[in-house]
């Protein structure tokens, strides 16, 4: 399993909780943001941003630039397949 996989945060599921909806190569979970919305930002500002995503957590933003190049590189070393697969087994 990889550190971090690269996905898109596009919605808020429930802010109360700092959910947010990623997609992750067309895979979509819920995933939380905690550790992304510090400094007064909130979980709807973050709606669009990049992120890198490990065992349900949002770890750091990225830009697209930044996330395009580690897909690439996670599919060269056959990562993102076996990632991938965990979260369509993990259900939300």
Known sequence: M???????IVG????????AVVDVSGIQRDVNV???????RSIEDCIG????VH??????RID????AETLK???KLGE???ELEAMRMSGT
């Open 34 to 40: 905690a550790c992304i919305t510090t400094g007064g």
């Open 49 to 52: 941003d990049w992120v890198l």
């Open 64 to 67: 697209e630039d930044e996330a």
């Open 73 to 75: 590189i996670l599919e």
């Open 2 to 8: 990889c550190l971090g996989i690269p996905g898109q």
């Open 55 to 60: 065992v349900g957590f949002a770890m750091s």
């Open 12 to 19: 808020v599921s429930d802010a109360e909780r700092q959910l």
């Open 80 to 82: 993102v397949e076996e």
